[in-house]
């Protein structure tokens, strides 16, 4: 199992903003398609963004369009999510997933362990 490692999660207030970064030293990341999933608390997983190997297709979920920015840097084998206006309806935990592309229902062929974003005044 290839394995994707996230960071940058923690504690955020209200209006607040976070980074969080996935990253591999096991395979070349630029040449797949990352996507941004979360769960929160009783709640079912839901993809929230994903971006293609190039990076010139850019997805969100309502639930986080014009606050949640995807980006990505091939050379340095990094994708970022970065999360402004947070609201605590954003806590949970975010993992990132590699996969071919960002079409709904594609299997990923790797996934992070998970890092919890809690936001909480």
């Known amino acids: 199992q290839l394995q994707l490692v996230e960071s940058g999660g923690g504690t955020a207030q209200p209006g607040g903003s976070q980074r969080l970064t996935c990253h591999t030293s096991?395979?070349?990341?630029?040449?797949?398609?990352v996507s941004w999933f979360r769960q929160g608390p009783g709640k079912e997983r839901e993809r929230i963004s994903c971006i293609t190997s190039t990076g010139q297709f850019k997805h969100y979920a309502d639930s986080v369009k014009g606050r949640f920015t995807v980006s990505r840097d091939n050379v340095r084998g990094s994708v970022w999510l970065q999360m402004d206006s947070l609201k605590p309806e954003d806590t949970a935990t975010y993992y990132c997933?590699?996969?071919?592309?960002?079409?709904?229902?594609?299997?990923?062929?790797?996934w992070g362990y998970g890092i919890l974003v809690t936001v909480s005044s």
């Open positions: 096991e395979f070349t990341l630029g040449y797949y398609a």
């Open positions: 997933a590699a996969g071919p592309d960002c079409f709904e229902g594609s299997p990923m062929n790797a």
